[in-house]
């Protein structure tokens, strides 16, 4: 059953600290994205990696890490340095085909702030 | 000015109604085009794409681009409940700028029974 798994569904943050978010995909994308979505608003990219072992920024990176050691995981952390990290978050992932490329989503984790 | 704008909303049609979506974009270079729709709380899933000029029929949705006016709009004919959702405009710009894809903030359609 191909597609890209988010976890978890909801995520709880205490003031100061990391958390991590989960992205896996089993489609064989070789470019993989996360995107932050706050109420009413569109998606804004954070991260993006068209290969292993590189990513880019995207724009919003502030406050937020990621990696990408392995093909079909690529995990976002937030760190403490992101003072507003309350938002829907989504994963996505695409066959990179120039332009055009057409980038499927995972389920989206939601994060909130205690 | 946003790299992508689209009709604010929310638009209300009627059952069996023609809803008409439309999206502006600024980036004259642009050459990929897509319409997602996105349910409450749910994630994005892509509707259309749309390359070339000209209109695009996959069902009841259509896509229409006019580069030349930098227009990319998505109609869909006989609306049915089920399509009340928020649809995302978003376009890759052009490849030279390096930019990735852009989305508008999105329109909320609702279709009344």
């Known amino acids: 059953d191909g597609g890209i798994t988010q976890s978890p569904k909801y995520l709880f943050r205490k003031e100061g600290q990391n958390v991590t978010l989960s992205c896996e995909q089993n489609?064989?994308?070789?470019?993989m994205y996360w995107y932050r979505q706050d109420p009413g608003q569109g998606l804004r990219l954070i991260y993006y990696?068209?290969?292993?072992?590189?990513?880019q920024k995207g724009d919003i990176a502030e406050g937020y890490s990621v990696s990408r050691e392995k093909k079909e995981s690529f995990p976002l952390t937030v760190t403490s340095a992101q003072k507003n990290p309350t938002a829907f978050y989504l994963c996505?992932?695409?066959?990179?085909?120039?332009?055009?490329?057409?980038?499927?989503f995972g389920p989206g984790t939601r994060l909130l702030v205690l | 000015q946003k790299e992508v704008e689209q009709n604010s909303g929310p638009l209300s049609v009627p059952e069996g109604a023609i809803a008409s979506l439309n999206c502006t974009y600024s980036?004259?270079?642009?050459?990929?085009f897509f319409w997602y729709r996105q349910y409450s709380g749910k994630s994005p899933e892509l509707i259309m794409s749309?390359?070339?000029?000209g209109d695009k029929e996959d069902g009841r949705f259509t896509a229409q681009l006019n580069k030349a006016s930098q227009y990319v709009s998505l109609l869909i004919r006989d609306s049915q409940p089920s399509d009340s959702a928020t649809y995302l405009c978003?376009?890759?710009?052009?490849?030279?700028?390096?930019?990735?894809?852009?989305f508008g903030s999105g329109t909320q359609l609702t279709v009344l029974p």
């Open positions: 996505a992932s695409s066959q990179d085909r120039g332009t055009q490329e057409t980038q499927y």
């Open positions: 489609l064989n994308h070789d470019a």
């Open positions: 980036d004259r270079g642009s050459q990929s």
């Open positions: 749309i390359y070339s000029n």
């Open positions: 978003a376009v890759i710009p052009d490849p030279g700028s390096a930019r990735q894809l852009t």
């Open positions: 990696s068209q290969i292993v072992n590189d990513f």
